[in-house]
């Protein structure tokens, strides 16, 4: 056997890559780390190449791993060369390239099979039949999954048999019932044979799943318990996880909820044991942390929020509420860190206070948006309600979109319909709530596709939201930093391109805006030439800045890696963006304030203004002021002087101020529209 010459198991090489991905440790200005020695052996070239893929340089992974090839090529033996090319094929498939991945492995499997290592071409097929399916080829992937069964036949080592035909079962398209449930037979008797406790909690999980699909619930209750009893045996706390979850669904078809939230709470308490090694793993595989886990969060959170209501004792139907909400809030915090690929941006929650308490005449709106209904989640003070609003996730989201795209079109009214009908299934059913706290200012925590809307331009009929309420977002509650802090006499930084450059067009209005919000600070300015990243780098390292003023073109995207600021000479990414804030005198307090005044994210893609709504967090800032999509140059720079003139004048807080300067240039008759005025969004803290 080759074991020594493929490569370790992702879990495995995790552990050398985790000083790199895991921890908050900031790349300050200073000298730059050595690169890492080229790696000596193929073991050491794989967790060299995910390092390099999780950073996201996936050219140099291939490059790495097509030297390693050539290398086997040249020494001979279809062994070596067969591990080779598993892994070039691992690193082509994780950068989109399933053609090439696809080549890869088939030779793999090809080479291994005539060096006599039917694991390593049992492996090779899998990952070949996972490339075929993500280029929509099921019948390429159902051949692949048949070529690796027949080869796990002559692998001798039990263990690797059972990991083999598990893999293998659970790729299985579901029309073959009996077939996927003979060969996870086979491979829980491997398991035995081999002793391997997590090998058997796999097994009887996907056999325990498999009972479920047919309709047999006891077998599958029964071989689930099975499963949870051999992964806490194993220390797996991936497998614990899942078959939690797993008996959790199996509770609730049953009608036994006690048990079901039961089994949903250990298997969130299980999650952070193995949430690093997860988020790595989906980063490298382009999965998604709310495809993957996301239905695990929904689905707790709404058997807490509809058996609430059969809660007689008030305390009682409080503490499900909130106890669905910090679900909920987990999941989003978790979100931004894949988003962000940034452990460090949900570190804030540490710090969570209940931060509706600190406001008075403040409600929280938590929209939870489920297949079948919308639940509102609405709270001030102490107090916190539910209501239930009967709109399909689907028909939420079309009204979404469409609303956003109309209300991007200045010319035309035909966005008022959709405000009206979204005011009707987010709002109004709060209002009685909201007039009995007398409630002044709104933070919503918006998810799916709401993150791309503004609140402000919903419309009950008569006017838009904005004239009843100040206005702010939050990525999640437990994410904006508490407290308030005061920004007359701080200092600013102020930087921004009023020139083309890079194909951008330039922002003429923007030296005004400059003007207007230097004058009411001790301001350090940087515009054209002047803002790069040197010197704005230069200018918060000599200065601690309570407000950072960026006037330029920026995109936010659904890929974080394709999200930046314009500056003279280039983009600056998020990243740089946060090691810029944070860098000045490492700073106790943080920026105060951010404003992103020409930025956007593109209507309908939410995974992008996920990026947009925490980017104060990302940045390490209480609070941004951004826009979700281009406005006007001179609109945009009136508002924006407004809204610094509203703090100057002694406004209440910051999301007041933005309300009054919306307000304000919503009477100018040029700018009416609320496409105009309605897309600047206060995030984060807005006090």
């Given at each position: ?7 370790v ?11 790199a991905?895991?921890?908050?440790a900031?790349?300050?200005?200073g000298?730059?780390?050595?690169p890492?020695?080229q790696?000596?052996?193929l073991?050491g070239?794989c967790?060299?190449a ?6 996201g340089d ?14 086997a ?9 067969a ?12 950068s ?5 991945a696809?080549a890869?492995f088939?030779?793999s499997a ?19 039949a ?16 048949d070529?690796?069964?027949a080869l796990?036949?002559?692998?001798p080592a ?19 019932p009996?077939?996927?449930?003979a060969?996870?037979g086979q491979?829980?008797?491997?398991a ?7 090998l058997?909690?796999q097994?009887?999980?996907?056999l ?5 699909q047919?309709?047999r ?5 029964e071989?689930?318990?099975?499963a949870?009893f ?5 220390s ?8 939690e979850?797993q008996a ?6 049953r ?6 939230l039961?089994?949903?709470?250990r298997?969130h ?16 595989a ?12 929904t689905?707790?959170?709404d ?9 007689r004792?008030?305390?009682?139907r409080?503490?499900r ?6 679900a ?9 860190e894949?988003?962000?690929?940034d ?7 540490s710090r ?7 406001a008075?005449r ?6 939870v948006i ?6 509102l ?19 939420l989201s ?9 209300l991007e079109?200045?010319?035309?009214r ?6 009206q009908?979204l ?8 209002q ?12 919503v ?6 993150r ?16 009843r309420?100040?206005?702010a977002?939050?990525p ?6 508490s ?7 701080r200092?600013?930084?102020v930087g ?7 194909e ?8 005004q805006?400059?003007?207007e919000v230097?004058r009411h ?5 940087l515009?054209?030439?002047?803002f790069?990243?040197?010197?704005v ?13 960026i ?5 936010f ?12 000479d280039?983009?600056m990414?998020?990243?740089?963006l946060?090691?810029?804030?944070k860098?000045g005198?490492l700073?106790d307090e943080?920026?105060?304030?951010l404003?992103l ?12 203004a ?11 800032a209480?609070?941004a002021l951004?826009?979700?999509w ?9 508002l924006v002087?407004?809204?610094?003139g ?6 209440p807080?910051?999301a ?11 009477a ?15 995030i984060?803290?807005?006090?």
């Amino acid at each position: 056997m080759i074991a020594a010459l493929h490569c370790v198991p992702l879990r495995a090489a995790l552990a050398a890559l985790g000083v790199a991905l895991a921890g908050c440790a900031y790349n300050f200005p200073g000298p730059q780390p050595a690169p890492p020695p080229q790696p000596s052996t193929l073991e050491g070239a794989c967790v060299e190449a995910r390092r390099l893929l999780a950073t996201g340089d996936s050219g140099a992974a291939r490059d790495l791993l097509a030297k390693w090839v050539d290398e086997a090529r040249a020494r001979g033996g279809d062994a070596r060369l067969a591990a080779a090319l598993d892994e070039l094929g691992l690193v082509e498939s994780w950068s989109g390239r399933d053609d090439e991945a696809i080549a890869a492995f088939s030779r793999s499997a090809e080479l291994a099979h005539a060096a006599g290592e039917p694991g390593l071409a049992a492996r090779a097929s899998l990952n070949a039949a996972d490339a075929s399916r993500r280029k929509g080829d099921s019948a390429a992937a159902l051949a692949a999954v048949d070529r690796a069964i027949a080869l796990a036949s002559s692998v001798p080592a039990p263990a690797e048999k059972s990991l083999l035909l598990s893999g293998a079962a659970a790729r299985m398209a579901t029309p073959f019932p009996e077939r996927r449930r003979a060969i996870l037979g086979q491979a829980l008797a491997q398991a035995d044979a081999a002793g391997d406790l997590r090998l058997r909690s796999q097994a009887l999980g996907l056999l325990a799943e498999q009972a479920q699909q047919e309709g047999r619930q006891d077998e599958a209750l029964e071989a689930t318990r099975k499963a949870v009893f051999a992964a806490q045996a194993a220390s797996a706390p991936d497998l614990l996880f899942r078959w939690e979850w797993q008996a959790a669904r199996l509770a609730e078809a049953r009608g036994d909820n006690a048990a079901a939230l039961a089994h949903y709470r250990r298997a969130h308490a299980s999650l952070g044991a193995f949430r690093h090694d997860l988020l790595v793993e989906l980063r490298l595989a382009r999965g998604s942390y709310r495809d993957a886990i996301g239905p695990a969060f929904t689905g707790y959170a709404d058997l807490l929020l509809r058996t609430a209501d059969g809660e007689r004792d008030p305390a009682a139907r409080r503490e499900r509420l909130l106890e669905a909400r910090a679900a909920l809030e987990q999941m989003k915090a978790v979100e931004l860190e894949d988003y962000f690929q940034d452990e460090c941006v949900a570190r804030l929650q540490s710090r969570a206070r209940g931060i509706e308490a600190l406001a008075p005449r403040t409600a929280v709106i938590y929209p939870v948006i489920l297949p079948g209904r919308l639940d509102l989640l609405v709270s001030a003070g102490s107090e916190i309600e539910k209501v239930s609003v009967p709109v399909s996730a689907a028909a939420l989201s079309s009204e979404t979109r469409a609303f956003r795209r109309l209300l991007e079109k200045r010319s035309t009214r035909e966005y008022l319909p959709h405000a009206q009908r979204l005011h009707d299934w987010l709002l109004r059913p709060l209002q009685p709530f909201l007039a009995a706290h007398d409630i002044g200012t709104l933070v919503v925590v918006p998810d799916g596709a709401l993150r791309g809307i503004p609140f402000a331009a919903l419309h009950d009929g008569d006017d838009f939201l904005v004239r009843r309420y100040a206005i702010a977002t939050a990525p999640a509650l437990s994410l904006v930093e508490s407290g308030a802090g005061a920004l007359a006499g701080r200092r600013a930084l102020v930087g921004g391109l009023t020139e083309p450059v890079q194909e951008f067009p330039g922002l003429p209005q923007v030296r005004q805006e400059l003007d207007e919000v230097g004058r009411h600070f001790e301001s350090r300015r940087l515009d054209n030439a002047e803002f790069r990243v040197p010197e704005v780098r230069a200018a918060m390292a000599s200065a601690p800045y309570s407000v950072v003023h960026i006037a330029s073109h920026g995109e936010f995207d659904s890929d974080p890696r394709r999200t930046f600021l314009l500056t003279w000479d280039g983009r600056m990414g998020m990243d740089e963006l946060e090691r810029l804030v944070k860098s000045g005198r490492l700073r106790d307090e943080p920026v105060e304030l951010l404003t992103l005044s020409a930025c956007r994210t593109a209507a309908g893609d939410d995974r992008a203004a996920l990026g947009l709504a925490g980017v104060a967090v990302k940045a390490g800032a209480r609070s941004a002021l951004a826009t979700l999509w281009y406005v006007n140059d001179e609109a945009s720079s009136l508002l924006v002087a407004q809204f610094y003139g509203e703090l100057a004048a002694g406004a209440p807080d910051k999301a007041h101020a933005l309300q009054a300067a919306q307000e304000w240039l919503r009477a100018d008759a040029r700018y009416r529209h609320p496409g105009y005025w309605a897309p600047f969004l206060m995030i984060g803290n807005w006090q």
